[in-house]
């Protein structure tokens, strides 16, 4: 596989546009990359999804690219098709609060608050196939996450517990008493241990640990005071929790604090953090910001734990945050805003074509820079002698290019001294014939044959036309010069060879 940078004319701008071209010999044919319009760059907001009603928790589906988010006061679970950024579906569910994935019967998993049960959902078919209750309605379950080597659930409640769910048998397993209610919950394929947040906005606020291979309480982390959103960095075991007193605590494996990362400012505005995720492919953790006005933000930990990059400006009240693998964006919920926020994490780069070119429409060009050192024949095709001037010829890239012939050939002169010629650059260009425009009016004419250039070149990469010489064949070339030319504009001569 050979890359080459290469020019294609293809804007009406009459600019030289960059495209990369890959040649692979054995299949015979290229693939060209195009840049489009309307680059995204990274960390941007690229969508807002309206909802019906204040959107709470959202968790991602990687087997079929789709958000399910939990409309909590309307009793329905909302379903955002990732690769078109539009809600596809409502899955009615009493009073959802927390949702998750399981990778293990890739089913999702939505707590309901107000009855105290767990709903089933087949993300397959988006409708309801089972309901697993947790004892009675007055456990409030709240948040869960997923134990994803055995597909165990664990649901945090208001009630100060922990259950632990079997989704097979669909029965309680055991309860764990973590005294507080349950903020943000996560699960830890590392340690394989559960780490839950306890905000009770004090002192006392912590972040319990559970093991999972005993179902048992092992830690109790203090904490910055409201503690509320939890991820984890899989590939080392890093856990993160956003906590609304203005601080991210970064914890160990070994559940040791090692650092807390202060919010950045915007202005006077502090950020209060509450949702938070990680990023897998750039190895950032992504975390919400609330400022208690109209607008909220989202702010980036590199693995330095240094802030990185800006604020990024999202609707108002952002409660949870998640990132969809598939197309790279993170999707935050707005409380205040009836909204998710799409921002983009990766740039240009997934918005960018590949288009296959059969190799019999490639066409290889050379760009000859060069000057006429003999005074005689600079006068006879009246041009000026030692100017830098610049020709595009198509060219054969299985012979030995002769260039000081190329350009007399070009000129109408073939049969002039190559010694009245001085080469000073070549550049090398291919383009897909079938790829480009067939007749951009005003611009480009047709495309160019042996006989016909279409030229150039000055330092802004702007088509010019300086000079034209006509033979007695019919056969037209329009010859550029660089910027530098100024005695050849509008020159005409006839010559019969």
């Not at 070009?410 to 897909?432: G, M, R, T, W």
């Not at 056969?475 to 010559?495: E, K, M, S």
């Amino acid at each position: 596989m050979k890359k080459l940078f290469v020019y294609s004319k293809l804007s009406t701008h009459f600019s030289f546009v960059m495209i990369l071209i890959f040649i692979s010999a054995a299949s015979g044919f290229f693939t060209i990359i195009l840049p489009m319009l309307g680059t995204v760059l990274a960390d941007s907001v690229i969508a807002t999804v309206p909802m019906f009603h204040p959107p709470c928790c959202i968790s991602f589906n990687p087997d079929n690219n789709k958000l399910y988010v939990s409309l909590t006061n309307n009793a329905f679970l909302s379903v955002i098709d990732g690769s078109t950024n539009t809600v596809v579906g409502n899955i009615p569910t009493p009073f959802p609060m927390g949702s998750a994935f399981s990778p293990v019967d890739h089913m999702i998993y939505v707590t309901n608050y107000w009855n105290g049960t767990v709903t089933k959902v087949d993300p397959f078919t988006d409708t309801v196939v089972g309901t697993i209750p947790l004892g009675n309605s007055r456990t409030y379950p709240m948040f869960i996450t997923v134990n994803t080597f055995n597909g165990m659930l664990y649901v945090g409640t208001n009630s100060g517990s922990v259950y632990v769910v079997n989704p097979f048998t669909s029965s309680v397993v055991t309860t764990i008493p973590v005294i507080f209610p349950a903020g943000g919950m996560a699960f830890n394929p590392f340690n394989r241990m559960v780490y839950v947040t306890l905000p009770q906005n004090s002192p006392s606020d912590r972040v319990a640990v559970i093991d999972t291979s005993t179902n048992s309480l092992v830690a109790n982390i203090p904490i910055e005071p409201a503690p509320f959103g939890v991820t984890v960095n899989p590939s080392n075991g890093m856990v993160y929790v956003a906590s609304e007193h203005a601080a991210v605590t970064v914890i160990t494996s070994s559940n040791t604090v090692v650092a807390t990362v202060t919010p950045p400012t915007v202005g006077s505005e502090v950020l209060h953090p509450h949702g938070i995720t990680f990023n897998s492919d750039n190895g950032k953790v992504y975390v919400t910001g609330m400022t208690g006005s109209l607008h909220d933000y989202v702010f980036a930990i590199d693995s330095t734990n240094s802030i990185s990059g800006s604020p990024i400006q999202v609707g108002r009240v952002s409660h949870e945050i998640d990132y969809d693998s598939i197309n790279k964006n993170l999707y935050v919920t707005h409380w205040g805003s009836d909204s998710v926020s799409v921002i983009s994490t990766s740039p240009t780069l997934p918005q960018q074509p590949s288009v296959a070119c059969p190799e019999s429409n490639i066409q290889h060009w050379d760009k000859i820079e060069f000057s006429i050192v003999s005074t005689t024949l600079a006068q006879r095709l009246n041009l000026s002698a030692n100017s830098e001037l610049d020709i595009k010829v198509l060219d054969d890239p299985h012979k030995v290019a002769d260039l000081k012939q190329k350009v007399l050939n070009f000129l109408l002169v073939p049969n002039a001294p190559k010694s009245a010629i001085k080469i000073i650059d070549v550049e090398y260009a291919i383009i897909c014939g079938t790829s480009l425009p067939s007749n951009p009016p005003g611009v480009f004419g047709s495309l160019p044959t042996q006989n016909t250039l279409i030229g150039t070149i000055n330092a802004t990469m702007t088509y010019t036309t300086n000079a034209t010489t006509t033979n007695t064949t019919n056969a037209t070339t329009t010859n550029t010069t660089n910027a530098t030319t100024t005695n050849t504009t509008n020159a005409t001569t006839t010559n019969a060879q």
